[in-house]
């Protein structure tokens, strides 16, 4: 047999050999599968991916451009700016807290702590969007087109769930002193067993679209940063 048909019978063996050397996957290489994010313990809508607006509200402030308003939408867009960024700050430590009291179940006194932290941060926020839902309104009555129904809808539901909400916090010192409490009922935002919603007196506000509301005062807020035409009520020169 000559060495050229010694080649060619062993050619296709060395190259199906060194095919399966580089199809083989080295040991070390990292998968390139991307790795699954687990799941939250909790139904809260996380929105750590909202900025502050009150640094844009800041330079709108420095170089004068907010001088395009007259003073009442000037002091109207300061206070919106404010309490939307506020109710987003409270509604974010809420969610902490409530993710480390899930955390902390196994130490009762750590979870009872948090859990009070949770009320207290999640009290702050519905008060303070209660006031931009009600300032949104008044943005829309000057500027129809400022707030889509879809949106509309959704704020107008929350309003009145967040109203309600409010109400019973501001007056249950009074309820508690008339005997109008009824037994087991909370005095206190309450937290549900499944963590989706809150309760105090016989009024339940559910969280996981209160946080998607935030998520379009967020929205708003930003739009009327970004404009130069918006009027604000109670402002001839706008």
């Known amino acids: 047999m000559s060495s050229a048909a010694s080649s ?3 050619e296709p063996q060395y190259k199906h050999h060194d095919m399966e050397l580089i199809n083989r996957p080295k040991p070390s290489e990292p998968s390139s599968m991307p790795q699954e994010e687990e799941p939250s313990p909790i139904l809260m809508p996380d929105l750590d991916d909202l900025n502050s607006l009150t640094t844009q509200l800041i330079v709108k402030l420095r170089d004068g451009s907010d001088l ?7 002091l109207h867009l300061r206070t919106f700016i404010r309490l939307v960024d506020k109710s987003i700050g409270e509604y974010k430590s809420a969610r902490t807290c409530l993710i480390r009291e899930v955390e902390s179940e196994a130490d009762q006194d750590s979870a009872l702590i948090l859990n009070f932290t949770f009320i207290d941060h999640l009290e702050n926020c519905i008060m303070s969007a209660r006031r931009v839902f009600r ?13 889509s129904r879809e949106t509309l809808r959704l704020l107008e539901s929350f309003s009145r769930q967040t109203g309600e909400i409010r109400d019973v916090i501001q007056h249950i010192d009074d309820d508690i002193h008339a005997d ?17 919603s809150v309760s105090i007196g016989s009024e339940i506000l559910q969280l996981h679209p209160l946080g998607t509301a935030i998520r379009k005062m967020h929205h708003l807020a930003k739009s009327l940063l970004d404009t130069t035409r918006l009027k604000l009520p109670s402002d001839p020169t706008s």
């Open 8 to 10: 060619g019978a062993f």
């Open 68 to 74: 395009l308003f007259g003073q009442k939408t000037r």
């Open 135 to 147: 300032m949104i309104e008044q943005i829309r009555q000057a500027n129809p087109d400022f707030v």
């Open 180 to 196: 109008e409490i009824e037994p087991k009922q909370p005095v206190l935002l309450n937290l549900s067993p499944d963590r989706n």
